[in-house]
């Protein structure tokens, strides 16, 4: 069996106020809050997933909000860089939508033939947009406080920084079934599956940066998409036979997954598609309530009272931002 992701499942991020990170991606990005769940390894924290509609692998960006937690360092081995598709048209949009609300956004850039806004998030993550016309994936969600036409389609890809770029690039292209599709200077774009948007990493060997941090404002893990669990159990036992690190297959609630390090130093994941974020609300209700795992539920009221309150903005604060806000 050959090793192939399907392209990103989810990303994962650190951030400190859980409603301020609420209030910047529901709000500002107009991505769908998907679920409200726990920190399945420390239930005294959120763990919130905003993704499209309806939460689908490859639109899905998730934070562990630790209130206090300090600030991260970007650095090498680590994911430094978040990218989202939005539609080839809609980047002049998002720049006039996310500069009247504040938000600290560069000019357009391009790199490999794409462009794209950079902006920070409010723990300072760095978030990309780049204009793409086959960001379609993602099915956007029509209660949104984004117009349909300009939403986030799902992840682009994300840049890993390394001090050296061999060990990364071996690791992907001989073990996790990547292949080199573009290179630039010092950056090394790898695709997975048909590639494109959602399938994509970019490799950026920078040796003179320093180490970083995994903290507030940095990317955790980034995680990749296999088919169901039967192929995961496949593929872990081909990265158990090369030597590789990794953990045993772990009931995440909402898919099934298993990690481990490349060699540069990021933490990786592999997902599983099924059985998704309906699992255990109907799509309607998606993010509205906290969930928990059933192995968790008999601690509900322990672990609601340590949770800080969380409101998902509501129309009326949108309307506050002016028209087309
Ligand atoms: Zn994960």
Known sequence: MSIEPLGIHHVTAIATDPQRNVDFYYATLGLRLVKRTVNFDA?????????????RPGTLLTFFPWPGTPQGRHGTGQATVTSFSVPG??????????????????????RFEED?????DPDGLVIELVAHDDASDGVPWPDGPVPAEHQIRGLHGVTLCEAGYEATAELL??????????????????DTAAGGPGARVDVVCQPEAPRGMVAAGTVHHVAWRAPDVD??????????????DVTPIIDRQYFESIYFREPGGVLLEIATDPPGFTKDEPLLEL??????PPWLEPQRELIQRALPELKLPD???WAERGPGA
Do not use: C, I, M
């Not at 239930?43 to 939460?55: F, K």
């Not at 794209?116 to 920070?120: E, G, I, R, T």
């Not at 292209?173 to 790898?190: C, I, P, Q, T």
């Open 43 to 55: 239930p005294d924290t959120y763990h919130l997933y905003y993704g499209d509609e309806a939460g």
């Open 89 to 110: 048209s809609s980047l002049g949009w998002w720049k006039q939508r996310l500069e009247r609300l504040g938000v600290d956004v560069t000019e357009a850039t391009t």
């Open 116 to 120: 794209a806004l950079s902006l920070h």
């Open 173 to 190: 292209v001989d073990r996790l079934g990547f292949r080199l599709v573009a290179e630039a200077d010092n950056r090394y774009r790898f």
């Open 231 to 244: 192929t995961e159990a496949g593929w872990r036992g081909e990265l158990v036979g090369s030597g590789l």
């Open 287 to 292: 993010g509205k309530a906290l969930k928990l």
């Open 315 to 317: 129309a009326d604060r």
